[in-house]
């Protein structure tokens, strides 16, 4: 009988920290809510023409700037806020992905 006490009460202390784990994390959401913003930015295309050019599209609130780097070569970009469309020379197609660097988040893409 004293085995199943002690069971009993590990169970109970275990349910008690689960309990208080989930109220916290909901007080702290609670807290925070509608205070955690943030600007992406969103790629909306990026396609290799023959005559040797990458076209991307890129979809930003603000203006900011844009590193792209891909296998074979990079450039830097600057983006005005809302639908920026930028062509950057590009001689090969691009084998892998493309990776765009923003302030403050990273997009891999792959070329059409």
Known sequence: MHTLDILSQVLFVGL???LLYVLYQRFVRMLSRDRIQGTYAQVADCTWHS???LVVVIEMKEAGWCQLKWEGGEAQIQCASGRHEESVEAPHKP????EFTFENQVIRRKVD
Do not use: I, P
Not at 95 to 98: D, E, I
């Open 95 to 98: 084998a892998g992905n493309v």
């Open 51 to 53: 005559d040797g050019r």
């Open 16 to 18: 008690m920290a689960m």
